[in-house]
C-alpha cells in the first residue's frame, strides 16, 4: 500500500510545486517508488520534472474523466523509481466537467485504486485554488501537506483551508490527515519570517513540521533545467531540506 499526500494550499506562489517535485525526487532517491501527480493545469510540476507538458499524448484529463486505465496515463521520468502523471492546460476541462457529476469529487481515488500496490508514495501536486481539482487530490489522499511561506499574509487563508479539510473529513474522505504544515522559502536573517514562524508553532502546534525549507536560489533555478533539486545541485540547501523532509515524513506516516 502507498501513502498518497497532496500537497495544497489554495494561496499561490508558497511552495507547492516546488515541494511536490522535490520531495517526491528525495524519496525515490531513498529507494522508495514514487508516483509523482500533477493536478494543476498550469503544468509547472511537469516541466520542472523534465517532461515537455505540451507534447504528452496522456494526462491527468485522462485519469479522471478519460476512458484510459491508470496504468496507461503514467509516464517514467529521468529519475529512478519516479514515475509520473503529467498535466497541461486540458486539465481546466476537466475541472468543468467534473463540476456537472455528483460522484466529480471522488475520480481520482477510484482512479487510484489500482495504482495504490505499485508505489510506496503518491504526491499530488494541487492548484493554487479550493477547486474540484484540488477536492479530488484531498478526497483521494491519507495526507495533506501544507507549504505555508514565512511571510506576512502567510497565515491568511489558513482557516480557510482548515475548513475545507474538515469538511471533506466528514463528507468525503474521513481519513484524510493533516502530515504538517510546511515552513518553505524561511529566510533566518529576516525578523518578519522569524515571526510568522513562531506565530505558526503557537497556532498549530504539533502539526508544524520540523524541517524548515530555507530560500535557498539553486531551488528556484532547477526547474528551468528540467531537474529536481537533488540532480541539479546535491550540495545545495534546499537539497538538504527536502531530504530532511522526505525522511521526517518517512519517520511521521510510515511511507
Ligand atoms: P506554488 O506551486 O505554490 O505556486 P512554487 O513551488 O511554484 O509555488 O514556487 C513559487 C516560486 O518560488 C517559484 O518561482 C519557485 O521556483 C520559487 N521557490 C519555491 N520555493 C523556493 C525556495 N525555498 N527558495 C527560493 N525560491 C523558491
Ligand atoms: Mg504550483
Excluded: W
Excluded at 486505465?69 to 529519475?79: G, S
Amino acid at each position: 500500500m502507498s501513502r498518497i499526500i497532496a500537497i495544497a494550499n489554495q494561496k499561490g506562489g508558497v511552495g507547492k510545486t516546488t515541494t511536490s517535485v522535490n520531495l517526491a525526487a528525495a524519496l525515490a532517491r531513498m529507494k522508495k517508488k514514487v508516483l509523482l501527480i500533477d493536478m494543476d493545469p498550469q503544468g509547472n510540476a511537469t516541466v520542472a520534472i523534465g517532461v515537455d507538458k505540451d507534447e504528452i499524448e496522456v494526462s491527468a484529463y485522462d485519469l479522471l474523466l478519460g476512458e484510459l486505465k491508470t496504468k496507461d496515463v503514467i509516464l517514467p521520468t529521468e529519475i529512478e523509481g519516479l514515475d509520473l502523471i503529467g498535466s497541461n492546460s486540458e486539465l481546466t476541462a476537466a475541472e468543468v466537467e467534473l463540476i456537472e457529476e455528483s460522484k466529480g469529487p471522488k475520480r481520482l481515488r477510484k482512479a487510484l485504486k489500482k495504482a495504490v500496490d505499485h508505489y510506496d508514495a503518491i504526491i499530488i501536486d494541487c492548484p493554487p485554488t479550493l477547486n474540484m481539482l484540488t477536492l479530488n487530490a484531498l478526497t483521494a489522499a491519507d495526507g495533506i501537506v501544507v507549504p505555508v511561506q514565512c511571510e506576512f499574509f502567510a497565515l491568511e487563508g489558513l482557516s480557510a483551508l482548515m475548513d475545507t479539510i474538515e469538511a471533506v473529513q466528514q463528507d468525503l474522505n474521513s481519513d484524510l490527515h493533516i502530515d504538517g504544515l510546511l515552513r518553505t522559502m524561511h529566510d533566518r536573517r529576516n525578523n518578519l519570517a522569524n515571526d510568522v514562524s513562531n506565530e505558526l508553532v503557537a497556532h498549530f502546534g504539533m502539526k508544524v513540521l520540523q524541517t524548515i525549507i530555507p530560500r535557498n536560489v539553486r531551488l528556484a533555478e532547477a526547474p528551468s533545467h528540467g531537474e529536481s533539486i537533488l540532480d541539479y545541485d546535491i550540495g545545495s540547501n534546499g537539497a538538504i531540506a527536502y531530504l530532511a523532509l522526505a525522511n521526517e515524513l518517512i519517520r511521521k506516516t510510515k511511507i
